[in-house]
């Protein structure tokens, strides 16, 4: 069983930054598409950013220019460096990662941003 571990989340002031860090128990190089979704209280689960494996990274129109997804597979890590943070950032951030049969989400982070 593939399992993939956030962390990075944290309390930070509007205009801060984070980077938060997903690794996974196997290859990520197994992963056609590793991504991150944030969820905030009473509001549906979104896609923040993807990276593809050998493609380029997408990212929500609300995160672009701020976030920055990578993925390091020698380190079976995929990072989202988040910068000029908001209040509406605010929310518990998963990552999630596809392979040819099967979706894999890890457990979350809470990221608050106080204004």
């Known amino acids: 069983q593939v399992q993939l571990v956030e962390s990075g989340g944290d309390l930070v002031q509007a205009g801060g930054s984070l980077r938060l860090s997903c690794v996974a128990s196997e290859s990520i190089s197994r992963f056609n598409l590793m991504g991150w979704y944030r969820q905030a209280p009473a509001k549906q689960r979104e896609m923040v950013a993807r990276?593809?494996?050998?493609?380029?990274?997408m990212y929500a129109d609300s995160v672009k220019g701020r976030f920055t997804i990578s993925r390091d597979n020698g380190k079976n890590t995929v990072y989202l460096q988040m910068n000029s943070l908001k209040p509406e950032d605010t929310a518990v951030y998963y990552c999630y990662g596809k392979t040819w049969t099967r979706d894999y989400w890890g457990q979350g982070t809470q990221v608050t941003v106080a204004s």
């Open positions: 990276i593809p494996s050998g493609g380029s990274a």
